[in-house]
C-alpha cells in the first residue's frame, strides 16, 4: 500500500535532484530548471500532505507555488537573455563581476 | 469481460476511427468548398464526386521518401510529429457526443457516448491543446532550418496569445453553468425559453461565441490566422522540412483539432447532442450536423478573408480580443451573482 | 494494486527524467525531459486525487512556463553547454555532488523512521472537488490570491523592462 511516506521519500529525492542541478551545471538556463524541480518537490509534498490532512490548503499552496514560479521564470528568463547580450555566454562564471 | 467493457472498447475504436475518417473528409470538404467559392469544380475523378480523393493523397504520401535534413536533430524531428497528432487524438477524449445507451438493452448499465468522462474535462481540453503547441515548437527547431523555426516561433506566440482569450471564453460559460464536466454542461442546456427559442448557451454568450470562434481559428493555425504556415513568406513554415508520413501526420492533426474545436463550441455554446425532432438515442446526428456546420464555417472563412500581417494578429489578439474576453467574463459573472 | 504500479511508474518516470535534466549539456533536451517530469507530477496528483491541481500543473507548468523556457533556448541558440574549466575547479563540484547524493541519503534515512501514514486518512468531503478548492481560495486565502496578482504585475513589468533593447 502506497502511503505519505513513499510520496514524502519520493519528493526528497527529486529536491535533491534539484539541489545536484544548481551545484553541476554551469548554464544559467539548466540552474533555473533545477530550481523548477525543487519547486516542484515540494509541491508534491504539499498535495500529499494536504491529502494526508484531508484538507484543500495543499492544494491551494502548490497553486501559489506555480505563480510565484511563472513569475520567476518570466523574470529569470529576462535576466538570462539581458546577460547574453553583454557576454553572449550562459555560464555563470561569466557573470562574476558586478559591474561591466 | 463484460459486455459493457466489449462495448466501451468498441466505442473507443469507433472514435479513434471517425477522427482518422473525419480528417479525410475535411480534406475532401476543403477541396470542394474551395473549388466551388473559386468558381471551379474540384475534384471528381477518384469516386463519387471525388469523395476518395483523400484516399489517394493518403497513398501518394505513403508512397513518399522518408526525408529527414541533415543538420536536423534526429530524435525530435522524428517526435515532433508523434507529438502533434497524439495531442489532437487526446483531446477529443473527454468529449461526450451523444446521450447513454444501452444499445437497445444490451448492457446491463448505460454506456455514456464518450471516450471518457472526467470532472474537469474543459480543463483537460485546455491542457492537452496547450501541449499542441510542443509539436509544432519543436518541428520549428529541430528542422534547423529558418523558414522551419520563424514558422515554429510564430505559433508558439500565436497559440500562447489567443489560448488566452480561449480560456476566459471557456471560463465565462463555466461561470454560467456551473460545472466543469461537459456532459453537466450539455445537460444543463436542456428546454426551452417561450417554447421556441433552445436554452442554448450562444444565446446568453454571443460576444462569448465569437471570441471563442475566433481564438479556435487562431489556435488551429487556420486562415485568416495561418502565419506558421504563410506560404508566400514562409515556403510550408514549421513542417517545410517533413515529407511522407509525418508530414501527414501535421496534417492529421490541423484537422483534428478543427474538430476537437468545433464540438467543444458544439458542447458548450450550441447545446451539444440536445435538438427537436430526433428521439434522445439519436441525439449524436444533431451533434454530428452541428459540427459539420461549424467546420464548414472555417472552410468558408479560409477560402473568403485574406491572411492578417503579423504585428495586426498580435495587435488583435492582445488589444481587442483579450479585453472583450475580460469585459464579458465580468459581466457574465456580475449576472449571475445579482440573478443567482 | 493498480494504485501500487501507478505511483512506481509514475516516480521511476520522474526521477529518471529530473536526473536526465541535470545531467544533459543540450538545454533544448533538458527542457523537453522537465516536461516529461511534470507530465509523471500530474499523474501523481491524479493517484492523490487532485485532479484540479494536475491539471493546472499541465496547463501552467507545461503549457506556459516550459514554452518560456523553449522560447529562449531556441532564440539565444546556445544549443550546448560550453565545455570549459569552470572556477570552481572539478574537486569542489565533485563536493557539491556527494553532498547532495548525502543529502538524498540523509532525507530517505530521516523518512523511512518515520511511521507509516495512510495516504488517505478518510473523513467526509473529497479533496478534488474544484468548488471546495474555489471557496477556499477566495475566502479563507482572499488576500494571498490578490497579492499573487500584484507579484505577477510586478514579474511582468520587470520582465519587460529587463529583456528589451538598450537604446543608447
Known sequence: MISLNHYLILSGILFAIGTAGVFLRRNVITILLSIEIMLNAVNLTFVAVGRYLNTVDGQIITFFVMTVAAAEAAVGLALVIALFRHRETLSPDAFTALKW | MSAYFIAHFLLIFLVFNMLVMSAAFM???????????????????????????????????????????????????????????????????????????????????????????????????????????????????????????????????????????????????????????????????????????????????????????????????????????????????????????????????????????????????????????????????????????????????RWTLPRYRYDQLMEFGWKWLLPAAVVNLIATAALVLWIG | MFEFIAFYAFAAIAIIASLLVIGQRNPMYSVILLIVSFGALAGLYVLLDAPFTAVTQIIIYAGAIMVLFLFVVMLLNVPREEAIASRLGARARRTGAVLSLVFTLEIVWALTRLSVMPVSSGGGGSIGSVARIGTALFTTHAFAFEATSLLILVAMVGAVVLARKEHH
Open chain 2, 27 to 301: 480534406v475532401w470538404m476543403e477541396r470542394k468548398v474551395c473549388a466551388y467559392i473559386q468558381d471551379r469544380v474540384g475534384p471528381n475523378r477518384v469516386g463519387v464526386e471525388g469523395l476518395l480523393q483523400p484516399f489517394a493523397d493518403v497513398l501518394k504520401l505513403l508512397m513518399k521518401e522518408e526525408l529527414r535534413p541533415k543538420a536536423a536533430d534526429a530524435f525530435l524531428f522524428t517526435i515532433a510529429p508523434i507529438v502533434s497528432a497524439a495531442a489532437a487524438f487526446t483531446a477529443f477524449s473527454v468529449i461526450p457526443f451523444g446521450s447513454e445507451t444501452t444499445l437497445f438493452g444490451l448492457l446491463d448499465r448505460p454506456l455514456p457516448l464518450e471516450v471518457t468522462d472526467v470532472n474537469v474535462a474543459v480543463l483537460v481540453i485546455f491542457a492537452i491543446t496547450s501541449m499542441g503547441v510542443y509539436g509544432i515548437v519543436l518541428a520549428g527547431w529541430s528542422s534547423n532550418s529558418k523558414y522551419s523555426l520563424l514558422g515554429g516561433l510564430r505559433s508558439s506566440a500565436q497559440m500562447i496569445s489567443y489560448e488566452l482569450s480561449y480560456g476566459l471564453a471557456l471560463a465565462a460559460v463555466i461561470v454560467l453553468g456551473g460545472s466543469l464536466s461537459l456532459r453537466e454542461l450539455v445537460l444543463n442546456q436542456t428546454g426551452y425559453w417561450f417554447h421556441v427559442i433552445p436554452r442554448w448557451y450562444i444565446f446568453l454568450q454571443p460576444l462569448g461565441f465569437l471570441i471563442y470562434l475566433t481564438a479556435g481559428v487562431a489556435e488551429t493555425n487556420r486562415a485568416p490566422f495561418d502565419f506558421p504556415e504563410a506560404e508566400q513568406e514562409l515556403v510550408a513554415g514549421y513542417h517545410t522540412e517533413y515529407s511522407s508520413m509525418s508530414f501527414a501526420m501535421f496534417f492529421l492533426a490541423e484537422y483534428i483539432n478543427m474538430v476537437t474545436v468545433s464540438a467543444v463550441a458544439t458542447s458548450l455554446y450550441l447545446g451539444g447532442w440536445l435538438g427537436p425532432i430526433l428521439p434522445s438515442w439519436l441525439g449524436w446526428l444533431w451533434f454530428l450536423l452541428k459540427v459539420l456546420l461549424l467546420l464548414f464555417f472555417y472552410v468558408w472563412m
